[in-house]
């Protein structure tokens, strides 16, 4: 139970999931079979995209997207530093080189494109974007710089599952897309991932590493479709499980529903709080559909210490935020990658992250946005 009264996020659980993790486990097929096939049929068609390939979760997917593209040490990869850890650590994964590019500014937290072209270097291979909370980077200009010097392009979608760019789904522009169906994201099944291509050989390549470079899977051998198999490469084990499987199809069936609600609360945020000129609500000039995994706000002033305190502020008001991200570039272990990213460098130490779930109710939103008003106008 939590201890807020409004919670940052809450599951989209009944007893729909319960049942289809109870029919699983009766099936008696538990790992990786017909289940995560399905999940991927559905996922694949979701998305209008030729393969969906489930994972053990989007780390594992991100790294798989590496090695198929070759990526290699001393390679340089264009990154965000405003991101979770695990689109980094996937090109250190390989030996290769984050470049971190700065983000267009406190309204925009995504890359900024006319940056990543100044980044470019003759070991440049491939620009790894990162669709900050959904929202989507500039796709028409990251595929024209990308096509431009011939670069592939890896999307870091965990953030946005049916979020569009002119039309087309996020996943679906570059030569890999990755989810995350972790426990907070818009799709939850505990841990879990989907790696996505338009490409038959990479797809092939994604199954075959997923599972230790094995030639065929144990569920076909179970089968009788399969006695032997080869290995031909060296693989992991980066599976994904039917149980799991069997929930996200479930959280899939309720994904649009669920978005709707979310783009619906986000649109009572923006309106209670964009009046207020302590703050910046960021993605404003956002036109098309979107996954709204979280709903940030940027303090206009003050700096990290004045920051936490507006949430603690907050948690003693029984509401519970969180902050989306400490930028990657300042960790420790990436201290010899460092280099100036002041819009970063703002957004982690003023951004604040609201509550935003599909269950929230508009009373806690009003609450929400009354609360920190009154906090941040006060002093
Ligand atoms: C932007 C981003 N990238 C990568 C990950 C890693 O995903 P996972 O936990 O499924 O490995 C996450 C979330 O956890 C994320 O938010």
């Not at 929930?247 to 309106?271: N, T």
């Not at 609201?354 to 009373?363: F, G, I, K, M, R």
């Amino acid at each position: 139970m939590s201890e807020y009264s409004i919670p940052l996020f809450d599951l989209n659980f009944d007893e729909e999931e319960e049942k289809a993790v109870v029919k699983t486990l009766r099936s008696r097929w538990i790992s990786m079979g017909p289940r995560c096939e399905e999940l991927e049929q559905m996922f694949a068609a979701m998305l209008s995209i030729r393969h969906a390939i489930s994972t053990a979760n989007c780390t594992t997917a991100l790294h798989l997207a590496m090695r198929i593209l070759q990526i290699e040490p001393g390679d340089e990869i264009i990154v965000p530093s405003l991101t979770f850890v695990a689109t980094v650590n996937a090109v250190r994964y390989v030996g290769a080189v984050p470049v971190f590019c700065d983000i267009k500014g406190a309204d925009d937290l995504n890359m900024d494109a006319a940056l990543i072209q100044q980044l470019i270097t003759p070991r440049t291979r491939a620009i790894m974007v990162m669709h900050y909370g959904g929202f989507p980077c500039r796709m028409d200009k990251i595929m024209a710089i990308a096509k431009k010097h011939d670069l592939k392009v890896v999307e870091d979608a965990c953030h946005g599952p049916m979020s569009e760019f002119e039309g087309i789904k996020l996943g679906g522009f570059g030569d890999f897309g990755c989810f995350s169906f972790f426990a907070n994201k818009n799709i939850s099944t505990g841990e879990g991932g989907m790696i996505v291509t338009k490409n038959d050989d990479y797809a092939a390549r994604a199954r075959l590493l997923r599972s230790h470079g094995m030639t065929s899977l144990s569920y076909e051998r179970a089968r009788g479709h399969s006695t032997g198999y080869d290995v031909v490469d060296l693989g992991y084990n980066y599976r994904m499980d039917d149980i799991r499987a069997a929930i996200g199809m479930v959280q899939l069936q309720k994904l649009l529903p669920d978005l709707q609600r979310r783009v619906r609360l986000r649109d009572l945020y923006v309106e209670q709080l964009t009046s207020c000129d302590r703050l910046v609500v960021p993605f404003q000039a956002q036109r098309g559909f979107v996954s709204n995994y979280i709903f940030p706000v940027v303090l206009r002033e003050g700096g990290a210490d004045y920051r936490e305190a507006v949430r603690k502020k907050m948690h003693a008001a029984g509401i519970q935020t969180s902050v989306h991200y400490p930028a990657v570039h300042r960790f420790s272990i990436y201290q010899s990658f460092r280099r100036k990213l002041p819009h970063t460098e703002f957004a982690a130490d003023h951004e604040i992250t609201l509550p935003l779930y599909a269950n929230l109710s508009v009373d806690s939103v009003l609450q929400v946005c009354r609360t920190l008003r009154e906090i941040v106008e006060e002093g």
